[in-house]
């Protein structure tokens, strides 16, 4: 896969995760978890409070937006090169 469609790839999970923060912003959960992913769903409440579903998916949009600006300069890159 060239690096032009990592980085395509990437802002892709990037939207996705700040969607799911923009959910978690507005319909923040007031009790801890249960279920399948409970385990970090409490480690986050513990941690953040009733935001730390947000924070979590915050840092992970960001980090993804840092990936695909790594890849595009790798294209850019290689582009130079040629």
Avoid: C
Wanted: hydrophobic residues 50%.
């Amino acid at each position: 896969m060239p690096p032009k469609e990592k980085g395509n790839l990437w802002l892709g999970f990037s939207a996705i995760f700040f969607s799911l923060a923009a959910s978690s912003f507005f319909s923040s959960p007031l009790t801890p978890a249960t279920g399948r992913w409970a385990w970090l769903h409490n480690i986050l409440f513990n941690q953040f409070g009733s935001s730390g579903d947000f924070v979590f998916f915050l840092v992970a949009g960001l980090i993804g937006i840092l990936i695909a600006l790594k890849h595009y300069s790798v294209s850019v890159r290689e582009k130079k090169l040629q």
